[in-house]
């Protein structure tokens, strides 16, 4: 029987790719759908994400959902008959095969992705439940003040209009945009600003809310969130969620320039309301009338003259593109991966698979000696062999063994910058270095990657190299120094003074590795160099040295910042300081971040700076 391990990360598997192909299919879908009414494209898209849940939950029964024994004739007819009927239903059963191809794994592997899997979903769960609180203490906070007649007389009218009834409208003096909240009693809440508004905003806003609740937006969102969770691990997933979110919002508009207000004087009413509120990041268990952040695009559709499908030819688009979504669907549920560890790929053959079943038995009953013994067989490798290869090895063989006694050799083969290929040492084990490579690949990055492995008895001897005559020495030193393992807070502060010195080196590429190492060692002692360095002529020293400054998140060098923000010639940079600013949260970075919302290049940095300063601000 299969465990249920291998079944978790055998939906896992199969959710990875099929998720891709379904949403493909959503596209194109959409695409059709552009100019109907926002609905059906909001009906296509939560179509598309329950798909995705239960496409790989299909891929786990035993058989196909088409069941082969419907197809076989019945005893009672000639035998002629029978022939007949079973060739004409050959291709039928052909097409409607299940295909399972087994993937085998080990069940270290196994329990290490199954840990994994299960982190993330917890992690996710964790979210929810803090989004579910954040909504409770904004819900007990509304209504304190009471509302004045002109809004109850609105949100009346609005009731009225659009068919609703039994909603609470209440103020808040903590809520920054306008909230819906829960499914059977609803409450809008309504920031205190947006209470004096005139008569039009006032309508525009809570009309906009109410039709939320007209169209039942908060339950579907509420079970939308909780069905994502088994394959929240997949980016398609926020982009699913992000297409549901604005065709949420684009139906809302519709409804509400139908019924309440012109959609011109809507748009503009949307464009002030988005003007005084304060953007808060996206809390999934509260509806905003800015959550998919398409203003522009709801503006543009309110304004501009467009051609829009009759409700006829919307809907019979709209049911093509269903039945297209779950033709394909029921197609991805008949081809699938399998995983199992080797002990179940030889205790249970299947068809699919007999042709390997020696193979899988080979290896699945091979000692570890025999599966060592190509290894052992090949001659120990050196620090001087004479193949650069070879030397890179060796001293990822050192770093793994932590060979101390093989420093002064490490140490020694710094400055070997033969061009090498890239050899991924450390991808497993206790510790793996932030990089695998700084400069290029070369014997000399790896011994500075295995004496970075050894911790402490490996720093006096780096440390003592950062003044050594050759570039590739001291640039390699200096990364090493950054990358060291096992070394407590304040340890690696006796090389500041080093690395802060070169910040001044003659060569770019140790400037570098000393910036880097200085953000790694995280001394505030040398925020005011790093600082001074944001005026260096190679952009790759200026990158790092914004990094760096972002894991210091020292105030002295805001302004500074804020001027590389603004200023600097790289976009790489500038991207690099918005985040930086963002990781500082000083709220004097704000006017600089909201200029920066022009420069295309960096506008999305400075929004994610300007919201965490914001929501520190709010704390």
Known sequence: MVSLSESILTYVVNASWQTIVIVLVAALAS?????????????????????CVIVPLLTLTQKSAFNESVLIPVPTRPAVTAVSAESDSAPLLNLTKRRTQVVNTTSESTSLLL??????????????????????????????KPLSPSVESIAQHCQTILGVANISVAQSSSARVPYTIGARRPLIVLPETFCTAS??????????????????????????????????????????????????????????????????????????????????????????????????????????????????AARAIASVALFALGASTVMLSLFSFELKTQAHAVLMPSASIGSNISNIFTSATQTPRDAQSPQQSRPERTLSAPSAQERAEAACEAGRASDTEKIPALIAMLADETRTELLRCWNTGRWSPALDTFKQPSPG??????????????????????????????RNAAWAIGELTNMPPGERD?????????????????RMAAARALGEVRDRSAVVRLVVALSDSDWRVRQLVVWALSELKDDRAVATLCSVLLSDTREEVRRGAAEALGEIRSAAALPSLKQALNDPAVSAKAQWAISEIEDTDGQ
């Not at 011994?447 to 020495?473: C, E, K, R, T």
């Open 31 to 51: 695409l059709l759908l552009r100019t109907a009414p926002a609905r059906y494209r909001h009906v296509l898209w939560l179509t598309t994400l329950t798909a």
């Open 199 to 312: 008569e039009e905003r006032l309508l525009s806003v809570i009309g906009h809310e109410m039709a939320h609740v007209a169209r039942r937006d908060y339950l579907t969102n509420l079970i939308c969130e909780l069905i994502t969770l088994p394959i929240s691990f997949h980016p398609l997933t926020f982009v699913i969620k992000r297409q549901i979110d604005r065709a949420r919002e684009l139906a809302c508009d519709e409804l509400v320039s139908k019924r309440l207000l012109p959609p011109k004087l809507y748009a503009r009413s949307l464009v002030w309301a988005a003007d005084v509120s304060a953007q808060p990041r996206t809390a999934a268990l509260m509806l905003t009338m800015f959550d998919a952040r398409i203003l522009e695009e709801r503006v543009m559709r309110l304004t501009r003259n467009r051609r829009v499908l009759s409700r006829r």
């Open 445 to 474: 990055e790896q011994a500075a990657i295995a004496l970075a492995s050894m911790g402490h008895s490996a720093f006096q001897p780096l440390v003592n190299q950062l003044d050594n005559g050759n570039a590739a020495v001291r």
């Open 115 to 144: 840990g994994v899997y299960a982190l993330f979903i917890v992690w996710r769960i964790i979210r929810l439940v803090r989004f579910w609180r954040k909504k409770e203490t904004l819900r007990r906070a509304a209504g304190l």
């Open 494 to 510: 006796s090389a500041v003074p080093q690395l802060v010195s070169l910040l001044s080196d003659s060569d770019e590429w140790v």
